[in-house]
């Protein structure tokens, strides 16, 4: 996936050991870490991102999503989810950036 995010691509050019280790441990727990398919493990990327309120990361999980096929509703659903267990406020800055706003 292509960085969304300059700092990110600033971060790999200055630190490409490290990236790299990174990069290897993420890679791992995707293929080799359990059954989840593509789309579920990015809904929960999601989720986990809009609940943790980590604003950068949730743009760069929405757009993984879509690279897998998520669509527009599944995503706004697992949005929508955060509200009962993380509250509206949360909700509302996970919502604005799903906007782009």
């Avoid at 441990?25 to 059954?35: I, M, R, S, Y």
């Amino acid at each position: 996936m292509e960085d969304i995010h300059e700092i990110f691509t600033i971060f790999k050019s200055e630190f490409p050991g490290l990236y790299e280790r990174i990069d290897s441990t993420g890679h791992a727990l995707h293929v080799e870490g359990g059954p989840l398919e593509d789309r579920t493990r990015a809904l929960l990327k999601i989720a986990m991102s809009a609940s943790s309120r980590h604003q950068r990361a949730l743009e760069t999980h929405l757009a993984a999503a879509r690279g897998v096929g998520v669509s527009e509703d599944e995503i706004m659903h697992t949005l929508l989810l955060v509200i009962p267990t993380c509250g509206f406020p949360t909700f509302m800055e996970a919502y604005s950036t799903y906007k782009g706003e």
